[in-house]
């Protein structure tokens, strides 16, 4: 009996406290375990996260492919005040690298072509103007002057400043080019050291193309005013002038892209259906034409 209270006794003064201490030291553990493995979770999270938020700003990065063309070129109706000024377009001023490539064949004049129609242009006294001037000329404000014409290049290739422009600077010859602004700096296009050092020259003009160069009647409403207000801005920002006209890539255009235009603060702009005619009723949608790589210089003069 005495033995028994001696062992409830040392129960009491020896084994619990060393419970107690056992029982904290592993609660102890169970803690610094459980935010090890918190730790440890959180980390394995942000690994799997984070190549997925790389990934996503990326996708945002991607230049969206050009759809392609769907609605025919449309031709609107010549009215009000009307001018007779051809309007040329040009695409590539340059020997075609891949003679397979019938679509590149037909929108490159080579640069001994070029020269023979700029110097056909020079010695038979046309003028050739700028859009600035032909647009108060089509409101019936000023008269332009005779034989006037204009030259536009579309999509800013980089054979424009070591072809065309030494050309157009040997005859005194004034043109236009339209700037696709997000091509610009890349492969076969103008670097933007060029494009301002032609601004500056009083020769070369520069236009509106779009961002991206994209058909504007197959991308949503909001990409196709996104690519017209941004181009405009981009090339103001780059220039420091204002930008009046934009060339709708592949002459797409319809009335919703008009509105657009006149919306962001153009004053006309150029489609690629043909005639010569200017008036008040198509200056958001000039009619312009185009000089085949195959075309000799009767074919050109034809065309005036």
Same mark, same amino acid.
């Given at each position: 009996?005495?033995?028994?209270?001696?062992?409830?006794?040392?129960?009491?003064?020896?084994?619990?406290?060393?419970?107690?201490?056992?029982?904290?030291? !592993?609660?102890?553990?169970?803690?610094?375990?459980?935010?090890?493995?918190? =730790?440890?979770?959180?980390?394995?999270? !942000?690994?799997? *996260?984070?190549?997925?938020?790389?990934?996503?700003?990326?996708?945002?990065?991607?230049? =969206?492919?050009?759809?392609?063309?769907?609605?025919?070129?449309?031709? %609107?109706?010549?009215?009000?005040?009307?001018?007779?000024?051809?309007?040329?377009?040009?695409h590539y001023i340059g020997n075609n690298p891949n003679p397979t490539d019938k679509q590149r064949d037909y929108l490159s004049v080579t640069p001994d072509k070029f020269e023979e129609q700029m110097k056909y242009l020079?010695?038979?006294?046309?003028?050739?103007?700028?859009?600035?001037?032909?647009?108060? $000329?089509?409101?019936?404000?000023?008269?332009?002057? $005779?034989?006037?014409?204009? *030259?536009?290049?579309?999509?800013?290739?980089?054979?424009?400043?070591?072809?065309?422009?030494?050309?157009? !600077?040997?005859?005194?010859?004034? $043109?236009?080019?339209?700037?696709?602004?997000?091509?610009?700096?890349?492969?076969?296009?103008?670097?933007?050291?060029?494009?301002?050092?032609?601004?500056? /020259?009083? *020769?070369?003009?520069?236009?509106?193309?779009?961002?991206?160069?994209?058909?504007?009647?197959?991308?949503? %409403?909001?990409?196709?005013? /996104?690519?017209?207000?941004?181009?405009?801005?981009? !090339?103001?920002?780059?220039?420091?002038?204002?930008?009046?006209?934009?060339a709708y890539p592949f002459g797409a255009v319809n009335e919703n892209i008009i509105k657009i235009t006149k919306n962001a603060g153009y004053m006309g702009a150029l489609g690629t259906w043909a005639n010569k005619t200017?008036?008040?009723?198509?200056?958001?949608?000039? %009619?312009?034409?185009?000089?085949?790589?195959?075309?000799?210089?009767?074919?050109?003069?034809?065309?005036?």
């Amino acid at each position: 009996m005495k033995m028994a209270k001696k062992n409830k006794s040392f129960l009491k003064t020896n084994i619990s406290p060393i419970l107690i201490c056992l029982i904290l030291i !592993l609660v102890f553990l169970i803690l610094i375990l459980f935010f090890e493995l918190k =730790i440890f979770t959180s980390n394995i999270n !942000l690994n799997i *996260l984070k190549p997925q938020a790389k990934q996503t700003t990326q996708t945002n990065l991607t230049i =969206i492919p050009t759809p392609k063309p769907t609605e025919k070129i449309y031709a %609107p109706q010549i009215s009000g005040n009307q001018i007779r000024v051809p309007i040329l377009m040009y695409h590539y001023i340059g020997n075609n690298p891949n003679p397979t490539d019938k679509q590149r064949d037909y929108l490159s004049v080579t640069p001994d072509k070029f020269e023979e129609q700029m110097k056909y242009l020079k010695e038979n006294g046309y003028n050739t103007i700028s859009l600035d001037t032909l647009y108060p $000329a089509i409101r019936g404000q000023i008269t332009l002057p $005779a034989k006037s014409i204009i *030259l536009t290049f579309d999509d800013g290739y980089m054979d424009f400043y070591t072809n065309a422009y030494p050309i157009l !600077l040997k005859y005194g010859l004034h $043109a236009t080019v339209f700037i696709p602004t997000n091509l610009m700096n890349q492969g076969y296009y103008l670097s933007w050291n060029q494009i301002r050092e032609m601004s500056g /020259s009083g *020769l070369i003009n520069f236009g509106a193309h779009g961002v991206n160069h994209y058909h504007l009647t197959s991308v949503s %409403p909001q990409t196709a005013e /996104s690519e017209i207000i941004q181009s405009k801005k981009i !090339l103001q920002d780059n220039l420091g002038i204002p930008i009046n006209f934009i060339a709708y890539p592949f002459g797409a255009v319809n009335e919703n892209i008009i509105k657009i235009t006149k919306n962001a603060g153009y004053m006309g702009a150029l489609g690629t259906w043909a005639n010569k005619t200017q008036s008040e009723g198509t200056i958001f949608n000039m %009619p312009r034409l185009k000089v085949g790589g195959g075309a000799d210089l009767q074919t050109f003069i034809d065309l005036l």
